[in-house]
Nanobody
Framework: QVQLVESGGGLVQAGGSLRLSCAAS????????MAWSRQAPGKEREFVAH????????HYSDSVKGRFTISRDNAKNTVYLQMNSLKPEDTAVYYCNAGFRAWGPYDYWGKGTQVTVSS
């Protein structure tokens, strides 16, 4: 089992920045692809970004490419999502994911952290 705990969400004005963190515990963190997904009110959950086990490969959804950066620190068992130039449409609950498949389905999910971007 892997436990994932997200933090860093909050309320920010459009154009601002937030950094989300996801702390993992349990099995060897570096074995897993790590990802972020999000779900806005009334919408389906959507992929945001993923990162390979060693951090060499990353992918982003078109909606966040150029604004968000995913990174990981295997020594700290933590994955990050730096979010810049935030827009109101980025408002959602953000989830941390872990698995063996880059594009999912993912084996483990956190409980999520709320990000709200005001206009």
């Amino acid at each position: 089992q892997v436990q994932l705990v997200e933090s860093g969400g909050g309320l920010v004005q459009a154009g601002g920045s937030l950094r989300l963190s996801c702390a993992a515990s349990g099995r060897t963190f570096s074995n897993y692809v790590m990802a972020w997904s999000r779900q806005a009110p009334g919408k389906e959950r959507e992929f945001v970004a993923h990162i390979s086990w060693n951090g060499d490969l990353t992918h982003y959804s078109d909606s966040v490419k150029g604004r968000f950066t995913i990174s990981r620190d295997n020594a700290k068992n933590t994955v990050y999502l730096q979010m810049n130039s935030l827009k109101p449409e980025d408002t959602a609950v953000y989830y941390c994911n872990a698995g063996f498949r880059a594009w999912g389905p993912y084996d483990y999910w956190g409980k999520g952290t709320q990000v709200t971007v005001s206009s």
